[in-house]
């Protein structure tokens, strides 16, 4: 079976997370993904295949005879699709032979358009998956799922020589969870790999540093006729506190390595305000100057107010998985030398956001993010490249490959 008849199959199970659960899966439907394929993974000749009660589905493919000292790696993709745009009655239509111009999605008024995604010029000619512009394509990350189920098979059925390969699939990943009871020791894999990035060849392993910041303005309020020299306005307390930092480093205006401050929501009246921001830097100094910024805007603004007028508490999401994948960093070398073996010029580009990797990275497990061919996640326009999959499927075959090549 092709990774795209996979990803087909997989996208039509309604699987989206939510941010309402407070269990692990936060949606019991994502289960009946979850069973579907560990039916498929023992068919396939896996063993070790594993449900466990967080929806966590475990397999391996044990070592070759006379392979069992190479390095044993593992493969990850997330099941969940995102909570805030619809994932039931996913509808996918194969485009063949792709023009190269706009792609009406049924009757739904939406266009997939190369004006908007500029990257589908380059598409022209391959076999594209679409929505019916309705729901989500699911394609983050069933694609992933899809690729890493077809090189499973492959590597069993084609007699591929390989050292141990782990595979797991996760819950939860779109709110933040995916990688948080993952059992690492029933996993075994000394270096790993998500199976959730974009286009071909980009191998991701740098991610943001992350943090929260909730900032607390307390006023005073009087009645505003009388209330020269003694009223403070919190409302705009908060406005002068925003105003201090950097206006261009936000996300509207920052790309690559350039990191932000992200105001998220702002409530506020004469007596309280709030202001919720997220911080995102690659560079960990420029990070913790970021931090650094705003606790001296607050300290600033007590000395000038007086002291609780501002509270700020800045809370640590995050890490960028560099710091962990350096010293490991084969795990980078392997893929891009799969990468080229394929005839692909791989490349690297800083993630702008996390992955389950990053967290697994610090949990002991260097973990960088592959490709998955496929493109504009997270609502209607989501699409996948079918050609691009196999291109993706062959990429983790290869991967494999080239560590079963340093066997001893
Ligand atoms: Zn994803």
């Known amino acids: ?5 996979r990803l087909i199959k997989y996208a039509k199970i309604h699987t989206a997370s939510s941010e309402e659960g407070s269990e692990t899966p936060s949606t019991s439907r994502q289960f009946d993904l979850a069973n579907a394929l560990a039916e498929e993974m023992k068919q396939i000749g896996m063993t070790g295949v594993y449900v466990d009660g967080h929806c966590y589905v475990y397999g391996v493919i044990e070592a070759d005879k006379g392979y069992e000292n190479v390095t044993p790696t593992g ?13 039931e009655n996913v509808c996918p239509r194969i485009i063949e032979n792709y023009d190269g ?14 004006a908007d995604f500029p990257h589908l010029e380059k598409l022209k000619g391959k076999t594209l998956i679409v929505t019916d ?15 890493i189920m077809t090189a499973a098979e492959r590597i069993i059925k084609e007699k591929i020589p390989h050292g141990r390969v782990s595979v797991c699939f996760c819950p939860d990943e779109e709110i933040g969870h995916g990688a948080a009871l993952l059992d ?5 894999a000394e270096l790993g790999y998500t199976v959730d990035g974009g286009a071909l060849a980009d191998i991701e392993y740098e991610n943001f540093n992350a943090a929260g910041a909730e900032v607390l303005f307390r006023g005073k309020n009087v009645h505003p006729g009388g209330a020269k020299n003694t009223m403070i306005n919190a409302a705009l307390l908060a406005m002068e506190f925003n105003s201090m930092l950097p206006s261009a480093d936000v996300p509207s205006l920052t790309e690559g390595y350039e990191g932000f401050f992200h105001l998220t929501e702002m409530s506020g009246a004469v007596d309280s305000a709030k202001l919720s921001y997220i911080i995102r830097d690659h560079d960990e100094n420029t990070f913790r100057a970021r931090k650094k910024c705003m606790e001296h805007i607050a300290k600033t603004m007590n000395e000038k ?8 508490n800045i809370k640590e999401q995050y890490r960028n998985m560099i710091e962990m994948v350096k010293p490991r960093f084969e795990v980078v070398e392997k893929a891009f030398e799969a990468a080229r073996s394929l005839g692909l010029e791989p490349t690297a580009s800083p993630i702008r956001g996390g992955t389950d990797g990053a967290q697994l ?6 973990c960088p993010n592959l490709p998955t061919g496929s493109y504009g996640h997270h609502g209607p326009y989501e699409h996948a490249v079918c050609e691009d999959m196999d291109v993706c499927t062959d990429l983790i075959i290869n991967i494999i490959r080239c560590y079963a090549n340093d066997k001893k």
């Open 75 to 87: 493969f990850l993709a997330h099941i969940d699709t995102v909570p805030d745009f619809p994932g």
């Open 101 to 114: 111009g706009d792609i009406a999605l049924s009757d739904s008024g939406r266009v997939l358009s190369p």
């Open 361 to 366: 990275s610090f949990r002991g497990l260097p």
């Open 305 to 312: 107010y007086g002291e609780g007028t501002v509270t700020l």
């Open 184 to 188: 690492l020791g029933r996993f075994g």
């Open 1 to 5: 079976m092709k990774a795209y008849e």
């Open 133 to 147: 512009g309705k729901t989500v394509l699911g394609a983050d990350d069933k694609a992933g799922v899809a690729e």
